[in-house]
């Protein structure tokens, strides 16, 4: 389009005209001669062959490692995907799903029809699938649903089985063993794969961490970390696992510390200083007394999950039983610090703003001095200005200083400064001793007189 065509609003720049315009970037014409089109169609057609023979060798490729897989898989009866992953290093990790309706609607089935059977006479997973498809299939084709309370328990049940399943306790040491040795096996398979994938370098050492526990203890490197505990730390990594065993051991237990008072209060206050500062900023101090105006007003934050029965105050003000309490509540981050919402913060400030209304006292005061309202007598430093005793004393100690000063940037001397003179001595000619035979003329001396 040409620019006699233009109705002005076509580009920026001619719908502002006044604005400054960049300079357009030239280019070289790319235009091609008859014999550089022959030229660069030959080359073209070259690598477009290259590109199919590539791709039929790589199709070869996988067809020969596919057929290898299947016999690796019918040979040692394993499933192909498992060999699969091995020989491309692939991730073992995966999403985790949702729960689905049918699924959670089988547990809820299972849990209801076995809570009360003895072992051997349960029902099996294929027999509650199958009762669970049929029941769903006859509320399909008379059009109704679960009941509301029903379908809100059956998914409450799935969800704490879920936590219980992720974050449960194992009930004996053999089970915990177990559950222990399979995720450091993934954990060491999965280094293994990510160090081949990316090169990273990795340790991993797993031991028990009680003397009752009788988990084995779990050591891998990778290759290029090979090494690294011998040379930088001075022990084998055999070494470095039984010395995490003997600190894990007989070592600090972490919660498992004596539950005196003292350290109690520590822990307290050091978790609820950096929960503070972590979202209040650095140099954050928590203040008790004035929590409400202080604290969550100043920084749209607050405390939740404070034991009901513990005070709300510092932890220096509370008792053994206290502390414990609010100890287990901190340390399993049910009393943890969050950011109010804004209709919690609304909600805060209306109330604070009632509580005033009604002439209560928000917080604590600051307290009042003594001698509020009268008259003080003068500060005492600005009376030694114009004493001459203080200025001779402040004389004094600024030379006491400055000699000290003196002393300490002052060349040390050197232990052989007794040798050096003997060595100059020897080196000098001899001194001219005055005979004891020549007496001075003391007459003048005496006419003086």
Not at 5 to 28: A, F
Not at 47 to 71: C, D, P, V, Y
Not at 429 to 441: R, T
Request: aromatic share 4%.
């Amino acid at each position: 389009m040409s620019a006699e065509h233009l109705t002005g609003d076509e580009t920026l720049h001619l719908r502002n005209p006044l604005l400054p315009v960049s300079k357009l970037r030239e280019h070289r014409d790319k235009r091609l001669t008859d014999a550089e089109k022959i030229t660069e169609a030959q080359k073209q057609q070259a690598r477009r062959e290259k590109a199919l023979a590539l791709e039929a060798e790589i199709k070869a490729i996988h067809q020969r490692t596919n057929q290898e897989i299947e016999e690796l898989a019918s040979k040692y009866n394993k499933k192909e995907d498992i060999i699969r992953s091995s020989v491309y290093c692939s991730s073992l990790l995966k999403a985790e799903r949702k729960p689905n309706s049918f699924n959670v609607e089988v547990q809820w089935k299972i849990f209801n029809l076995n809570k009360d059977l003895p072992i051997g006479e349960r029902y099996q997973l294929k027999e509650v699938q199958d009762m669970v498809r049929k029941e769903r299939e006859d509320r399909a084709v008379r059009g109704l649903t679960l009941p509301p309370e029903e379908d809100a328990a059956m998914w409450a049940h799935a969800q704490k089985m879920l936590d219980l399943k992720r974050s449960g306790v194992r009930p004996n040491n053999r089970s915990a063993a177990k559950d222990a040795y399979n995720v450091g096996k993934k954990v060491a398979v999965e280094m293994k794969r990510a160090n081949q994938r990316t090169g990273i370098a990795g340790l991993l050492a797993m031991t028990r961490g009680h003397m009752q526990d009788i988990y084995a203890p779990t050591i891998y490197e990778t290759k290029n970390a090979r090494g690294f505990c011998q040379k930088s730390l001075g022990h084998k990594l055999e070494d470095v696992g039984g010395r995490l065993e003997a600190y894990a051991t007989t070592g600090p237990q972490g919660h498992r510390l004596a539950l005196d008072v003292p350290s109690m209060r520590k822990e307290c206050v050091s978790i609820i200083a950096e929960g503070l500062q972590q979202l209040a900023g650095k140099g954050t101090s928590m203040n008790y007394n004035n929590y409400d105006t202080g604290i969550a007003a100043k920084y749209g934050i607050h405390l939740v999950g404070w034991p009901a029965h513990v005070p709300f105050t510092s932890p220096s003000n509370l008792s053994a039983d206290h502390l414990r309490d609010l100890r287990a509540a901190l340390l399993s981050k049910r009393c943890i610090w969050q950011v109010m919402s804004t209709d919690e913060f609304e909600t805060h400030e209306q109330r604070l703003q009632a509580m005033r209304a009604e002439g209560q006292t928000v917080g604590v005061p600051r307290k009042t001095r003594s001698d509020k309202n009268k008259k003080r007598r003068r500060n005492v430093e600005n009376d030694d200005e114009n004493n001459p005793d203080v200025e001779v004393r402040a004389s004094v100690q600024k030379k006491k200083r400055t000699s000290k000063a003196m002393a300490k940037n002052a060349p040390r001397k050197s232990g052989k400064g007794g040798k050096a003179k003997r060595a100059h001595a020897t080196q000098l000619p001899p001194a001219l001793h005055k005979s004891v035979e020549v007496l001075e003329d003391t007459s003048d001396d005496d006419a003086d007189e």
